[in-house]
């Protein structure tokens, strides 16, 4: 390719994280077990009641959601809307990747339901230093995105005791005084760029407040923006793959627009069909990337409609190796389940 050649300029990392991995996994493993691989859905009979129940969607990604439905998989707001006679056959439930509060699981016990929970180890990390930090008599400031499945679940932990805030601006209207012990947790989806501005407020209203571990932020939230930016600097338009309920893609976007410093503009789809030609009028060269709840394949498919309009030419930016890797729930561990994906 000349050095003037159309060209994507292609985001490594990308894409699915290990707590989406694993989350996605455990609820193939249970189709796999109950018979429901393509090949056993090829003659399986129909039955009157699903493989298994998930509360929420298990990532956000409509994509994942709408494939694991035609696998077989039911997907529920609520628990009350999964039949008795479901929990009486003992048909698995699965908690979604972003964890659920203490009531969901009270009221699941109650029903005596067969809970999987597919929550990601790092949010359970912060759901248990919740209760650490209540424990000790703290008052917890955490940085969320109010409605987000993650921050309710969290929230859900000590009403309270957990503060909500999701801007600066809301610092304003939090009061404590300086007998107070304060501590700062947050969603783990989002990074140190995007809550520094809402920290620096807090350090100067609470200076007395504790921060939280460095531990706590999603290694592949701060992984992905990394490389977004340096894909946005070698690009004139950027590309993010990603549902609108991702709040992790829907940032990406955001820093890549950062990126771009006025030279172009961002996009989010969800897949090659939401592209829109006009959108690369005059443009070289088209970043892509993904967020962490994402399909390769759908990347895929925009790389290769992106190759139809002219952009032959790609290189990757890739700022470092992922190796995380988490093990299956317990509950499907001990049934010695091997990896289905």
Known sequence: MSAGGKRIVLADPRGFCAGVDRAILTVQTILKAAGHSAADRAVARPTDLPPVYVRRQIVHNKHVVEDLSRQGAVFVQ??????????AAG?????????????VKAEAAARGMHIVDATCPLVSKVHREVLRFVKEGYEII???????????????????????????????????????????????????D????????LKAKFPWMAMPPSSDICY???????????????????????????SNSVRLV???????????????????????????DGVRAVGVSSGASVPDELVGGVVEALQHMGYTGMHAVETIKENMHFV?????????????R
């Open 254 to 280: 955001e820093v890549a627009q950062e990126g771009l410093g006025g030279r172009g503009r961002a996009h989010r789809v969800d897949d090659a069909g939401d592209l829109d030609p006009a959108w690369f």
């Open 78 to 87: 609520e628990l009350d809307e999964i039949p008795d006679e479901a929990v």
């Open 328 to 340: 299956l729930p317990a509950e499907l561990r001990a049934t010695g389940n091997r990896r289905a």
């Open 220 to 246: 592949a939230t701060s992984n992905r923006q990394a490389a977004v930016k340096l894909v946005a600097e070698q690009s004139d338009c950027v590309v993010i793959v990603g549902s609108a309920n991702s």
């Open 91 to 103: 048909i698995p439930v699965v908690f979604s990747a972003h964890g659920v509060s203490p009531t």
């Open 142 to 192: 955490y940085i969320g995105h109010r409605g987000h499945d993650e921050a309710v679940g969290v929230v859900g932990e000590s009403p309270e005791h957990v503060h909500l805030i999701e801007h600066a601006s809301d610092v304003d209207g939090l009061e404590f005084s300086p007998d107070v012990k304060l501590v700062l947790l947050s969603q783990t989806t989002l990074s140190v």
């Open 194 to 201: 995007e809550t520094a501005d809402t920290i620096a407020a």
